[in-house]
């Protein structure tokens, strides 16, 4: 291929380079990361509540359709608190210096040492979640608030919950409690900005090796030029 067409490929490229590293610059933030459990809600549908019975047979679990006028009746269900974040940065970041610890004599100077990061202005989305029991009185089948449940009250009556999940199927009840006893976190790079900015260093690469493959074929040329022209004298004579 002639120098001349790879520099044009080369010039090429650097605009559409130019081209999508505006884009990725310009281009609006990622949404926050989506809860990642989307069937906890579905472990609890049907949905149940507890009836409290002072009697002999103590708090039991039911559906909550099939609680009818029993009183109190309580509404359980799951509340969710998620924490997220998208983080984007661009530069070479040197942390504080710290000391090592490696230096043999105690009293004598300290080696210290510092952490350089770079970052190559990609998104970084993250999110973390918790789950709690939610408990709601049914008052003239309305959900009222519930002061007077306590957290002694719910930790008795998590081991029936989980019961009558499980008896449900599916491990229901036990995975109701790993998602309360077990924070769910979520860690991606992927968004369609990301790819964008991706491809604007796949373009700054492209036009670098074009660059590159134009200046060997110019230097080649130029490098057989006398030969040539030694032989077209040669041919003359």
């Not at 210096?97 to 009293?107: E, I, K, L, V, Y």
């Not at 089948?141 to 998590?158: G, S």
Request: overall charge neutral.
């Amino acid at each position: 291929m002639r120098p001349g067409r790879l520099l044009r490929l080369a010039l090429s490229s650097l605009m559409v380079t130019i081209l999508l590293a505006w884009l990725a610059w310009k281009a609006p933030p990622p949404g926050p990361l989506a809860h990642p459990s989307w069937d906890t809600p579905s472990l609890l549908w049907p949905q149940i509540a507890i009836v409290r019975d002072g009697g002999a047979g103590g708090d039991r679990v039911v559906e909550l359709k099939q609680a009818g006028n029993a009183a109190p009746t309580y509404l359980f269900s799951l509340a969710t608190q998620g924490e997220t974040s998208i983080k984007r940065d661009l530069g070479i970041h040197a942390g504080p210096w710290q000391p090592s610890g490696a230096t043999p004599d105690p009293d004598g100077p300290q080696e210290r040492y510092r952490e350089v990061s770079i970052s190559l202005g990609f998104y970084e989305r993250t999110g973390k979640w918790t789950h709690r029991p939610f408990v709601e009185r049914m008052v003239d089948d309305t959900p009222k608030a519930a002061p007077e449940i306590d957290a002694e009250t719910l930790a008795r009556w998590r081991p029936l919950i989980t019961a009558y999940l499980n008896q449900r199927g599916g491990n229901a009840g036990d995975r109701l409690n790993a998602a309360f006893d077990t924070p769910v976190a979520r860690h991606s790079w992927l968004c369609w900005q990301n790819g964008v900015v991706l491809l604007a260093y796949l373009g700054i690469v492209l036009t670098i090796l074009l660059l590159m493959a134009s200046l060997v074929m110019t230097m080649v040329k130029i490098t057989r030029l006398p030969t040539a022209l030694q032989m077209g004298v040669d041919e003359s004579l």
